[in-house]
């Protein structure tokens, strides 16, 4: 195989730096898909190499050994068996973190002994000179019998040095370890000669995978039933197979550490790492910071994105208005200008906002504080039938309900995974932050407390803190009524605090602002010209009164100032009669308790698509009604009802937040929730219940304020 064909696949244990290496290696030529068959994320990515060859990257999701768990484990198992159908990596590129040696050396230990060609990328080596460990990098290769290359994918350091093996390895100039990681100590040697009679490429290692986990394998009927055999007829016992394989793993793992690793005194003084620990996991002060984070993260959402999103609505504004005095008046111009370009600015102007946002999440996961969060709120978490594994993909929920629905498969307990995955809708997605935003400018004044608390961030904040507040709620609830009963434990790695890898997060800021814009835009753009259609055209008979009406009204109109209120009056009727209208007004019996008219029904209605949809179907509805170069957010404060009182009261606008936090908008995380459940009976029960309490709690809302 030549070298411009080269697969790679990346393994290592989780927080191990394998990201930022996926990262530094492919920048942003990366896309993501799911396995076949399963939903978990598929990550790949093309890589320059030293010759000038491309090669593709296969980020496999993050294990801690080769006997895998959750499903993410299992197909990084199946790649790295070659027991997958659609991936067959030329290489393994593993990475271990130098920080924590000797807890990474049992997976690498594993790979090795599958043997495949094998590149160790050893990462962290700052790290592990600041806690004074010292490592022997050519004895540690020479012991291991594969390359070792130091990197540091912050800094870009040793990735050339990384490219160049990988190439020799992929041109196969290094080949699999000769020797056994655990020398002279067979595992099942009788059972093992019989495995390798039937599959004779198999390494002795591979086999007892092969005696253990067969039934996961593709292999044909036949097959199965001879590798049964060979496990009855030696008395295969796998658990005492896999204990003795550990400890002789580890005792290897003792003396080459010894051999090649210097490492401090672990009685000196306590580690930056743990003082920092000691404050951040207070049970009191550890609680108030996290509020501080929480705040500061919204805060940052308003103070810093204000900026590019003012330009970036004044200068559609005056396109808007640049359009309008060159385009004649024609139904492609009003398609143009009302259509389109409204819906393209409903998104534009947003994506400074969610690029922040994803943004700093990625800084507090990059820095170690995330998974603090996770910890602390453990002990919350099983109060209400969930535990700290449950947090991860609740917090995860601030950005997409459907990934952080999808993360569940951590959770072994059956019951706290499918509490997880009913009440993550309620976490405030990205998806929700446009309504959110308009909604808040539009009432709520731009005013700051003490010089620096601003009500609008204080605002947003109580929101996302409703539907987490709200999420423990109901799963406090469910947990008495789904009745499954099993034990759980929560078991956590804390990893190191560092500084955020900057690149990382802005590849993260980039990759979600084009995904909103390609996916989410796809949408918004679609169903903005849907309704311009539905808002601009009616049936005849109703068309042709409005229109007849509006002949009246212009030769009646004898001054400037009356054609106008004559036009806007024309304006709103045919809206009104359209069938955007028809439908809107329909409906409006049902939304009047919440303080909403015809149009927000409108967008409530079309926003189930994606929430984000909310704002497009608004920008729609108003440039199709006011045909001027006002920007959304002055057309909807203007925006009045029939007895001439405002339409976005800070009643209604509180009672409509509420509803978004609450209301299950989204007909992806439905589909979603089908596929992890693999019953359509959660996805509707989830549906109800949301549904029922967001009209609730928007009518408590509205009344209320």
Avoid at 34 to 57: E, H, R, Y
Avoid at 130 to 155: M, T
Avoid at 265 to 279: C, Q, S, Y
């Amino acid at each position: 195989m030549s070298s411009s064909q080269l697969q790679i696949a990346l393994v290592g244990n989780p927080n191990s730096g394998k990201t930022s290496l996926f990262n530094s290696l492919t920048g942003l030529n990366q896309k993501v898909g799911n396995f076949p068959g399963v939903t978990v994320d598929k990550k790949t990515g093309q890589c320059a190499l030293n010759d000038k060859s491309v090669a593709t990257i296969i980020d496999l999701p993050g294990t801690y050994s080769l006997y895998p768990r959750r499903a993410d484990e299992w197909v990084a198992y199946r790649v790295m068996m070659d027991a997958d159908k659609d991936v067959h990596p030329d290489v393994i590129l593993l990475v271990a973190d130098a920080s924590n040696l000797k807890r990474n050396l049992l997976f690498c230990s594993q790979i090795i002994d599958l043997k495949r060609p094998v590149v160790v990328a050893l990462t962290m080596m700052d790290l592990a000179a600041g806690k004074g460990i010292k490592i022997d990098v050519a004895g540690l290769e020479r012991d291991l019998g594969v390359p070792v290359v130091p990197v540091n994918p912050r800094k870009n350091k040793g990735i050339p040095e990384l490219k160049k093996v990988l190439t020799q390895a992929g041109k196969m100039q290094f080949v699999p370890a000769v020797f056994d990681f655990i020398p002279n100590k067979k595992l099942a040697p009788e059972a093992v000669a019989d495995i390798q009679k039937l599959f004779p490429k198999l390494s002795d290692y591979a086999s007892i995978h092969y005696l253990i986990n067969h039934e996961s394998f593709p292999l044909e009927q036949e097959m199965q039933d001879a590798v049964e055999q060979v496990e009855i007829r030696n008395k295969f016992n796998p658990t005492k197979t896999q204990a003795e394989e550990i400890m002789q793993r580890y005792a290897r793992i003792k003396q080459i550490m010894q051999l090649n690793v210097v490492e401090p005194d672990p009685l000196e003084r306590k580690l930056f790492t743990e003082k920092l620990d000691n404050l951040l996991l207070h049970r009191v002060w550890g609680y108030a910071i996290l509020l501080i984070v929480l705040f500061l993260l919204f805060q940052s959402v308003f103070w810093v994105a204000q900026f590019p999103m003012d330009a970036i609505d004044w200068t559609f504004s005056q396109l808007t208005t640049w359009l309008n005095a060159t385009l004649p008046e024609a139904w492609w111009s009003n398609l143009l200008v009302n259509g389109l370009v409204a819906g393209i600015n409903g998104i534009l102007v947003f994506v400074p906002q969610i690029m922040i946002l994803f943004g700093l999440i990625t800084i507090l996961e990059d820095s170690g504080y995330m998974a603090r969060i996770s910890f602390l709120s453990d002990k919350l978490m099983r109060k209400v039938g969930l535990n700290g594994k449950s947090v991860m993909p609740m917090i995860s929920g601030f950005a997409c309900a459907v990934p952080a629905i999808m993360s569940a498969r951590n959770i072994e307990n059956k019951k706290e995974r499918l509490l997880t995955i009913l009440v993550t809708p309620l976490m405030s997605c990205s998806a929700r932050l446009p309504v959110y935003t308009i909604l808040i400018a539009l009432v709520i004044p731009n005013e700051y407390y003490f010089g620096i608390l601003s009500i609008q961030g204080l605002v947003m904040m109580g929101l996302y803190l409703l539907g987490t507040v709200m999420a423990l709620i109901v799963s406090y609830v469910l947990r008495f009524l789904i009745k499954m009963k099993e034990k759980s434990f929560f078991i956590l790695e804390l990893p190191v605090y560092r500084a955020p890898r900057w690149k990382n997060v802005g590849i993260t800021m980039i990759q979600k602002a084009k995904i909103f814009v390609t996916d989410a835009g796809r949408i918004i753009i679609l169903i903005s010209l849907l309704l311009w259609f539905l808002s601009s055209y009616g049936p005849s008979g109703r068309m042709d009164s409005v229109e007849k009406k509006y002949a009246v009204l212009q030769q009646q109109a004898l001054t400037p100032e009356a054609k106008v209120a004559a036009t806007k009056q024309y304006n709103s009727e045919k809206l009104q009669n359209s069938y955007a209208g028809i439908l809107g007004k329909s409906i409006e019996p049902v939304i009047t308790p919440l303080g909403y008219d015809w149009k927000i029904g409108i967008a409530l209605i079309t926003s189930f698509a994606a929430r984000e949809v909310f704002v497009g179907t608004m920008a729609t509805l108003y440039s199709v009604e006011e045909k001027d170069n006002s920007t959304l957010k002055e057309k909807m404060k203007g925006a009045t009802r029939e007895d001439g009182s405002k339409v976005y009261t800070l009643g209604t606008a509180i009672s409509l937040m509420v509803f978004y936090v609450l209301a299950m908008q989204c007909m992806s995380t439905l589909v979603i929730v089908k596929r992890e459940t693999r019953t359509w009976k959660w996805p509707a029960i989830q549906f109800v219940y949301m549904t029922g309490l967001a009209y609730l709690m928007s009518f408590i809302a509205y009344h209320i304020f």
